[in-house]
Structures are given as C-alpha cells and as structure tokens.
C-alpha cells in the first residue's frame, strides 16, 4: 500500500489540514486516499476466509486472529515467516511448534539419555534414579559433594603400570591403577564418604618411596584399609629421614606389608623425631606387618635424632596391635649411633593396645629383634593389653635373636596394663622403670 498525500501537493508525505470555515481551507482528499485502505482491509478479511459485512466493524480483528490461530508464516530459503521448520522442529495440523525427540529412528533437537526424560506432558524432567553412576559421580566431584559409598569398595595402585592422572575410572580397576599410594589415598579422602562400609586400597608389589599422611575423611564407622595385594610381603613402603606413615585422623587398617624406615646422621643442628608410624589423630590398626627402623653411620654432632618406631601423640589417637593370625608380625629395630630409640611410644594422652587372637586357640605372637633404649615408653599415656583373655597379642623375641635394652619406661601418670603378664611380657635385657613419683602404674 502507497501513503496518498492531499490533492495537489508536491510532497509525497505531506500531512492532512483540518478546515476551519471563514479562516483555514482543509486539505483535498483524492480517491485514492479513500479506497486504498478499504481495499487492503477487504482483502485481509477476504484471506482469513471471512465475508466482507457492512454492519459488522470488528471483521479485521477477527481475520488477523484467524490467520494467526490457523498457520504461522513458515519460513524458507525463499520466503520470510516467523519460524523455518526442519532439524527437530514441526508445525502441528494446529498450527502449534512441535519439538521432534531424537530416537534410533529419527533425528530430532535432543535425545533423553543420562537421567533426563521427557513426561507425558511433554515436560523435561530428570531422573537421577536411571543417570550412570560414573555421570552422577563426576557431577558430585564437580560440586564437591562427596560420594556416599554404599558397600565395599576397592582402589588399586601399581608403581609400574599405573598414573596419577585423574582421567574417568582411575584407581577402580587394576587396569587404572594408580601410580603412588599418596595419590590414591588423596582421590580417596577427598571424593567419598564412607558412612559405615569400608574401602580397601591394594597395593601391587614394588618399593614405594613416599612418605604417606592418612588424613580424616567423611565416614560413621567405615575405615580405609592399605592392603599388600600379592599377600606374599612383597609391597614395601620406604622412607629415609623421614616419617614413613603418618596418620592424622579417621580410621585406618595396614595390612600384610614392609614399612620401613632408613634413619641416617643429621648435623644441621635441628633436633631429629623419626618414626615408620606416627599417630597425630585417629586411630590405626597393624595387621600382620613386617616393620622395619634402623639407624646407620656415625652419631650425630650437631643436633640429635629420636627415633620412636610405632609413636602415639594426644588424646585422640590409637594403634593397635589387631589379633591376626597373618604369617608376618615382625618388629625389627636397630638403635645404632642414634640419639634415642623407642620401639613403642606414646605421650601426650596417647594409647597403644593389643586386641586378643580373632582365633581362641593361637596366640598372636610379634617378634621382636634388634637393639633400642626403650622397649616401650610411656609419658602421660596409655597402654592396654585388651580383653585378659587367655590368647593375648604377645610381644616375643624371634628364634636365634635378641633384644637389647630397657623393657619399659613409665613417666608423667603412665598406664601400663599387661593383663598380669609381669615384667617380662615386653622384650629387652634390661628391667624397666617408672616414675612412682607421678602415680605411674604397672601391672
């Protein structure tokens, strides 16, 4: 449609004057003016099916409703419109926008999969119940929510084949070991929570030279356990000048493997404290271990070197001594030129206990061998022989060995509980001692 400016103007978009009589001339309206806009109107109604009628004036409303409920403008490569179907959209014999959902059989805008489904109602809803459990698990990581564990779960890790690249699946199988115990321990701690069900790390053999911190984790009574996985001790963990384990919090089981600790002089002028386990919060449970200290070369000139094999430090943290029957419970110590050496320590509140044999006919013996100052000390501690049954955990020296140096020191309020075992139930040559001053007690 062309605008129709007045009667004999020369601009084609002149506007229209109102007359006024005896002072303005109204402007002249062409024909054109007049039956342009009929026609246009007319045809709009004609369109939307709908007969023209004098006495109805409501007939383009009616036939712009009409077009639009009946079909929107489709558009083409040739043709504007509001919407161009194809590649998952439709129209309806309605007239309505239809999504296509993508099938085996059809293309279509989206595919439900992964937990996302699409409702009678045409609505999009998630369904967490049918998402993979590796999806899920990586959205939870991906928040920091951490993953419940809902029965046993193992984590591998193998020094030769594995990696620490945290890639989808590392550590659940042996095929995706990882690499360091560390590594594995850290994925572990910071992923799950084990409420009350336990997770088991095997440990492929190899010499591992780390020196580990098992930290807290999220758990009711669950427990993380380090496994040697071949069973025939053939896993070592190794550290020189250093702790070799160190625990500090949670619940922990070490099971059927070499820990061992290489202690040499210092001479930086830095007091020295070395252990193979050191316990600073939680608890800690030996199970059929083969442990391992010694201290090698000259003595040190400048500064000293405590070791304390087994330590226990503040009123939250445990070892343990678990009633197995495993082949291995050797402890092997060798006091050399070094300052001090303990086999068992404890202070600050710390304890130290033997459970009885989790067979009523065995003893639970730990063989001991090598030379210490102390076989035991105790500084405001605890140590308890658990259960005074019959078939308790023993501390006894090793066929063809010996054990050199005092069985015991109790100091600062120490308790000592044998279960009435006396004096000899802790290796050495030497008797032990406490301070009766402080209300230590042996029995």
Same mark, same amino acid.
């Given at each position: 449609m062309k605008y129709n400016p007045p009667a004999g103007s020369q601009d084609p978009d002149a506007k229209y004057?109102?007359?006024?009589?005896?002072?303005?001339?109204?402007?002249?309206?062409?024909?054109?003016?007049?039956?342009?806009?009929?026609?246009?109107?007319?045809?709009?109604?004609?369109?939307?099916?709908?007969?023209?009628? +004098?006495?109805?004036?409501?007939?383009?409303?009616?036939?712009?409703?009409?077009?639009?409920?009946?079909?929107?403008?489709?558009?083409?490569k040739k043709k504007p419109g509001l919407v161009q179907i194809g590649n998952g959209l439709a129209i309806t014999p309605q007239g309505l926008l239809s999504v296509l959902i993508a099938?085996?059989?059809?293309?279509?805008?989206?595919?439900?999969?992964? +937990?996302?489904?699409?409702?009678?109602?045409?609505?999009?809803?998630?369904?967490? +119940?049918?998402?993979?459990t590796d999806k899920f698990e990586e959205l939870l990581k991906s928040i920091r929510v951490p993953i419940w564990v809902e029965r046993t779960k193992n984590f591998y890790v193998d020094k030769s084949t594995g990696s620490d690249t945290l890639d989808d699946g590392r550590g659940e199988s042996e095929?995706?070991?990882?690499?360091?115990?560390?590594?594995?321990?850290?994925?572990?701690?910071?992923?799950?929570?084990? @409420?009350?069900? @336990?997770?088991?790390?095997?440990?492929?053999?190899?010499?591992?030279?780390?020196?580990?911190?098992?930290?807290?984790?999220?758990?009711?009574?669950g427990y993380i356990a380090l496994i040697g996985k071949s069973g025939d001790y053939s896993t070592t963990i190794?550290?020189?000048?250093?702790?070799?384990?160190?625990?500090? +919090?949670?619940e922990w089981f070490l099971r059927g493997m070499i820990i061992e600790s290489a202690v040499t002089a210092f001479d930086d002028g830095i007091d020295r404290f070395i252990g193979c386990v050191v316990v600073e919060g939680g608890t800690v449970h030996l199970e059929g271990c083969d442990i391992l200290q010694e201290y090698t070369g000259p003595a040190p000139?400048?500064?000293?070197?405590?070791?304390?094999?087994?330590g226990v430090y503040g009123a939250t943290s445990v070892l343990q001594f678990d009633g197995t029957t495993r082949a291995r419970n050797n402890l092997r110590f060798h006091k050399g030129n070094g300052t001090s050496f303990s086999v068992l320590f404890a202070e600050r509140g710390g304890t130290i206990q033997c459970a009885p044999s989790n067979n009523s006919q065995d003893y639970v013996d730990v063989k001991c061998e090598g030379e210490t100052s102390y076989f035991i000390y105790l500084s405001n501690s605890n140590f308890y022989a658990i259960g005074g049954s019959k078939?308790?955990?023993?501390?006894?020296?090793?066929?063809?060995?010996?054990?050199?140096?005092?069985?015991?020191?109790?100091?600062?309020?120490?308790?000592?509980?044998?279960? @009435?075992?006396?004096?000899?139930?802790?290796?050495?040559?030497?008797?032990?001692?406490?301070?009766?001053?402080?209300?230590?007690?042996?029995?």
């Open positions: 004057v109102t007359g006024q009589p005896g002072k303005v001339r109204g402007s002249a309206v062409p024909a054109e003016a007049v039956e342009h806009p009929q026609r246009e109107i007319v045809e709009v109604i004609k369109k939307a099916g709908l007969d023209p009628d +004098g006495d109805d004036l409501t007939q383009l409303w009616q036939a712009i409703g009409q077009i639009i409920s009946t079909k929107a403008p489709i558009a083409t099938s085996t059989s059809q293309a279509g805008l989206v595919k439900p999969r992964y +937990g996302l489904k699409i409702s009678k109602d045409g609505s999009l809803d998630v369904d967490f +119940g049918d998402m993979p095929s995706k070991a990882f690499k360091t115990i560390q590594a594995c321990v850290d994925y572990v701690t910071s992923n799950y929570n084990l @409420n009350k069900n @336990n997770v088991g790390i095997y440990i492929a053999p190899g010499v591992y030279e780390e020196s580990l911190t098992l930290g807290s984790f999220s758990r009711t009574t190794k550290k020189t000048n250093a702790n070799v384990i160190r625990v500090d +919090g949670g000139t400048n500064g000293s070197v405590f070791m304390r094999m087994l078939y308790l955990t023993r501390f006894l020296t090793a066929a063809g060995k010996s054990v050199l140096g005092k069985r015991y020191y109790l100091r600062i309020s120490a308790l000592c509980s044998t279960a @009435n075992r006396g004096e000899a139930y802790f290796p050495g040559d030497t008797a032990g001692t406490l301070d009766a001053k402080t209300y230590c007690v042996y029995q």
